[in-house]
Every structure is written in structure tokens, then in C-alpha cells.
């Protein structure tokens, strides 16, 4: 026997997610767990499979995108921030066109959509809105191909340029036609004839629209507002969600909020909005708390606008920071299992320097993701072939004790047969109390082909706490699946 007593860490554990804090326990694992793998094989612990770089043709970082919904269209079509256009077809990215100016667009003041109007009803075109101030103050359209109307709303519609005195410019198809945010005013684009309603509301010059977005309940339009511009959210300023139905002269109704909404993203049957540094729950009567994100409030950087948040069926994914580390690690929330929900991290890309600029969707089952240093990388989140590029890190929570024990030792069970060879496919770290870390030997399998467990002893560890450290190798090629850790201890006499 290795200890007097055990616990086990495995499934309940690993299909709830990441706790909210280093020293809370609402979650199975640790927030500062670095990236995982826990829908693919529901019960088992996975590394993400590896990424792709998709990188070629691509001239700097993407910042907006959106579906191509034509029959026979491409996967997804994408902005970079030198204004160029391109098309993926899930495979290769192609530059189709660049706009006359770098400076055109900006992340998070741009936003980009597919719209059919009357004139175009078996292909869509692509519209995009520029950047924030007084230079580039336009929506402007694209075939998806080489045409680009860089003045479409001002001279194909005849429309004053759009407002200098906003950081936000979204967009948004609802029931057919096209509308756009502009400082404290909503148009409306009517799909036959392309008909503009030019401010068709038109608030105070302390109600600047920030997000737009469509209430899952009762179907209608949500506008998010915020005195003042705002961009880095550092202002307590007064905000407001929208109620509306498209057609009207005035607002359903309007709902106080706390905090700057920077994005609404509806996600099977649920409304979620992103405000300040925090994540909620639309429920018609406002937001409801879900959790705080992992970067500080103040820098517009961090801030989770519409192209920095994506879903993939029942589950919403973004951009955060982890604990210690860079804004670049994507997390997911979701159901795990029927009627289990979690908060866990799937990708931390060791090839990002920086931030991420924009996640998006390019399959039913993988994500795109790019950074500023011109890179654009894919990667299937049911992919458990290969280990991640680099490796993969995850912690468990800290498991306390009212008084102190000697750790004995650990079991790890696998959820198949270890790969051969001499691979250093796994190790762990255990940490105690004060922070002390022992290393455990690599797992190398060497000829056989029948290994489901490994045993790490170490009986001199004494302390009031335990947390395990999981380390899966950065061979690039073999993969383990970790069904359950079984961690043994005697408490001191």
C-alpha cells in the first residue's frame, strides 16, 4: 500500500472545468491551468491536438471576419489590420483584395457581416465599417472577391459620412436588412432598393452604441450604450442594454447595466454579453454574472469586442489571459455533459509573442485563430491525434488538509494503452503548501505496448495542501489520455 489514505481526481473533475480563482473551488481544475482537452473523449483528460499555420499570403494580423453564406461558399472570409481581404477555404487562405490605406480599419472599432440585399439575392456581399475618428468614416463593401466600394455609404448611398465622436462601429443583419451603430444614432439599410433610414434612432450624445446583438428570448434587437467614448472601458460611465424592434422610432425599452458592453454573442439558446472585463448572462431584465475574465480593465487591448468571440454549437469561446501569462489563451464555456457546465481553457498557442487579434470559426469543429506578427493558425478542438505544438500544461485545484500530511505518492490511469518508445510523454509536479515543487521522472513506455498506469512515489513530502501539475511532452506526435489520478497520503499522528 502506498499511503494510509487517498482521493481521486478524474472525470467529474476534469468535465467541470477550471476554478474562477488560484483558491477557489468551483471547478475541478486550477485556473491557472494552461490548455486541455476534455469534450473529445468526455471523462478523459486530453492535450489539444496540434495547430496549423494557415499563414500563407496573409500580410498582417486578422481583425474581423464572418461566415460566407452563399450555397457553395468559402469557409470563412477575413480582414486583416493593413486592410486586406481574404477568403479560406479551409485549407489555403487567399488575398483576394487590399483597400487604398492601412489605417482603414481597426480591431474593435470595425466590424464586418455578410448581407443579401434585393439586387443581390444568391450571393451575399461583405460589408466592413473603418476605423474610429475623423479620417476613414465610411461602411464599405465588398463581392468577396476583387471589387471593394471603399465610399459605399457615402456616395453609392448618398449618406453623410458616419460619425467622428464614437470608438465603435458595429454592425448587424436583423430580419433581413442591414444596420449600422454610429456614435449615438442607428440606420437602418433596407434590403429592397437599399432604402436608408438615417437615424432611425437617434439617441443623446450620451448614449454612444457600442455593441448591437439579438435577444434569444424575445427575438428582438439589442443595442448596448455608453456615455461617452470609452474605448479601453476604463470609465465608470453610465451604460444601457436596448430593447428594439427594427422599425420603430423609439426603443422597446431600456435596462441600466454596470460596465462598458463590449460584444453580444448568442450561443444556442443563450444571450451571452461580454462588459468590461466580466462575462454575464442576458436575461431580459439585465445581466446576470457568470465570471470575471483574467485581464485587468483600462486597455481597449484585452477588451472582448465581437471578432475576439465566437460559438461553435452549444459553446461560446474567447480570448483571455492566463494567470501570470499573455492574453492569448482561448477559453471555452459550455456543457460539458448533459447538465454539467465548465469554464476551461483549450489552446494556448506557444507560437504567439502577443495577444490574439481574432478567433473564429472555420469548420464545424475547428477554430481559427490570429496574432500580429502575420500568423493564422487552425486547430480541431476533436482532434486528440498528436500533442499540441510545445506540449501542454494543467493543474489541478489545491487539495487542503486540517492538518498536515506526508504525500506518498500518485497512480495514473490512462484511457488506453501507452504509445512505445523512449518519448518522455508525461510527467508531473507536485506542489506543496509553501510552493515547493517536486518534479516526478518522465513516462517512457520503452517496448511495451500494454502500460495503462504509471506510478510516481515520493513519501518526504509533508505539507497541508496538494496540488498536481500535469505535464504532456512537446514531441509533436504521441498522445495521452489521463483517465483518472489517484493520490495517496498519511496524515501526521
Not at 130 to 149: C, P
Not at 225 to 235: C, K, L
Not at 408 to 424: C, L, M, R, S, Y
Not at 429 to 444: A, E, H, L, R, Y
Amino acid at each position: 500500500m502506498i499511503g494510509k489514505q487517498y482521493f481521486e481526481i478524474g472525470a467529474n473533475d476534469w468535465l467541470s472545468g477550471v476554478t474562477s480563482g488560484a483558491n477557489t473551488l468551483d471547478g475541478g481544475l486550477s485556473n491557472v491551468t494552461q490548455q486541455m482537452n476534455i469534450t473529445a473523449v468526455p471523462g478523459a483528460l486530453y492535450p489539444p491536438g496540434a495547430v496549423v499555420d494557415a499563414s500563407t499570403n496573409l500580410a498582417d494580423g486578422i481583425i474581423a471576419s464572418c461566415e460566407d453564406p452563399e450555397y457553395l461558399g468559402e469557409n470563412r472570409m477575413l480582414l486583416d489590420d493593413s486592410g486586406n481581404f481574404y477568403s479560406y477555404d479551409g485549407t489555403i487562405l487567399t488575398k483576394e483584395d487590399t483597400a487604398s490605406a492601412a489605417a482603414m480599419f481597426t480591431q474593435g472599432t470595425t466590424d464586418m457581416v455578410p448581407w443579401f440585399d434585393s439586387a443581390n439575392i444568391s450571393a451575399p456581399n461583405f460589408y466592413a465599417t473603418t476605423s474610429a475618428g475623423a479620417t476613414y468614416r465610411e461602411v464599405v463593401k465588398w463581392n468577396g472577391t476583387s471589387t471593394l466600394t471603399e465610399d459605399w455609404w457615402t456616395s453609392t448611398l448618398g449618406q453623410p459620412a458616419l460619425s467622428s465622436f464614437t470608438s465603435w462601429r458595429p454592425l448587424l443583419v436583423y430580419n433581413n436588412d442591414l444596420y449600422v451603430g454610429d456614435a449615438e444614432k442607428l440606420h437602418r439599410i433596407d434590403e429592397d432598393g437599399l432604402t436608408v433610414s438615417n437615424g432611425i434612432l437617434n439617441f443623446t450624445a450620451s448614449n454612444i452604441i457600442s455593441a448591437l446583438g439579438i435577444d434569444q428570448g424575445s427575438g428582438k434587437m439589442l443595442i448596448a450604450t455608453n456615455a461617452g467614448s470609452n474605448y479601453s472601458g476604463q470609465n465608470d460611465n453610465e451604460s444601457e442594454i436596448m430593447l428594439y424592434d427594427g422599425f420603430s422610432d423609439k426603443v422597446t425599452r431600456a435596462v441600466p447595466v454596470d460596465g462598458l458592453v463590449t460584444a453580444f454573442k448568442s450561443v444556442g439558446n443563450t444571450t451571452y454579453v461580454f462588459y468590461g472585463n466580466k462575462l454575464g448572462v442576458w436575461t431580459g431584465s439585465g445581466i446576470s454574472y457568470l465570471r470575471t475574465l483574467n485581464f485587468d480593465k483600462g486597455s481597449s487591448s484585452t477588451l472582448i469586442y465581437p471578432h475576439r468571440a465566437m460559438g461553435i454549437d452549444n459553446t461560446l469561446y474567447w480570448v483571455d489571459t492566463l494567470p501570470g501569462g499573455v492574453n492569448k489563451q482561448i477559453m471555452a464555456y459550455g456543457e460539458t455533459i448533459n447538465n454539467i457546465r465548465g469554464f476551461y481553457p483549450i489552446l494556448y498557442p506557444t507560437a504567439a509573442a502577443g495577444s490574439l487579434t481574432a478567433i473564429f470559426p472555420v469548420s464545424s469543429t475547428e477554430i481559427g485563430y490570429s496574432f500580429a506578427t502575420s500568423k493564422m493558425y487552425t486547430f480541431d478542438t476533436t482532434d486528440i491525434a498528436a500533442v499540441t505544438n510545445g506540449g501542454a500544461q494543467a493543474h489541478s485545484k489545491r487539495y487542503r488538509f486540517p492538518r498536515d500530511v506526508t504525500f506518498n505518492g500518485v497512480i495514473a490511469e490512462w484511457d488506453q494503452a501507452a504509445p512505445t518508445g523512449d518519448k518522455n510523454l508525461f510527467s508531473l509536479t507536485v506542489i506543496d503548501s509553501k510552493g515547493n515543487t517536486t518534479q516526478s521522472p518522465q513516462f517512457n513506455p520503452g517496448t511495451r505496448s500494454d502500460i495503462y498506469e504509471w506510478e510516481f512515489t515520493n513519501p518526504t513530502i509533508e505539507t497541508r495542501s496538494i496540488q498536481i501539475k500535469i505535464n504532456w511532452g512537446g514531441n509533436g506526435s504521441d498522445i495521452l489520455g489521463l483517465r483518472r489520478l489517484t493520490v495517496f497520503y498519511t496524515p501526521k499522528e
